[in-house]
């Protein structure tokens, strides 16, 4: 099974920033499109951002819009998620996912959600 490893997780404060690393040792990043998903307690899964293989495409949550970026290094193989302006309702487990593009975002994280290429998850705490 292929696999993604997150890192990157920790405790911030309301109002300060993190950044996420989404990497894989065994295939190439630029061959999929990127999506990083959020879980809270209770909760369902909920897509955060995803970035499509061209880089040309981005989705974000309307929940995290203005406040998250998605970028890619391909020399790195990683796919970070910074995260700004951080919210008490912002904590979870973050995971990353990959999947091949199809013709919207909508349809690419579908997919990346039914797909077997997940990292376990790195927790995202925001609390004073």
């Known amino acids: 099974q292929v696999q993604l490893v997150e890192s990157g997780g920790g405790l911030v404060q309301p109002g300060g920033s993190l950044r996420l690393s989404c990497s894989a040792s065994?295939?190439?990043?630029?061959?999929?499109?990127i999506g990083w998903f959020r879980q809270a307690p209770g909760k369902e899964r909920e897509a955060v951002a995803c970035?499509?293989?061209?880089?040309?495409?981005?989705y974000y949550a309307d929940s995290v819009k203005g406040r998250f970026i998605i970028s890619r290094d391909t020399v790195k193989n990683t796919v970070y998620l910074h995260m700004n302006s951080l919210r008490p309702e912002d904590t979870a487990v973050y995971s990353c996912?990959?999947?091949?593009?199809?013709?919207?975002?909508?349809?690419?994280?579908?997919?990346?959600?039914?797909?077997?290429?997940w990292g376990r998850g790195t927790q995202v705490t925001v609390s004073s």
């Open positions: 065994s295939f190439a990043l630029d061959y999929f499109a």
């Open positions: 996912a990959a999947g091949p593009e199809q013709s919207s975002m909508q349809a690419t994280i579908a997919i990346m959600k039914l797909g077997n290429y």
């Open positions: 970035i499509s293989q061209s880089d040309t495409t981005t």
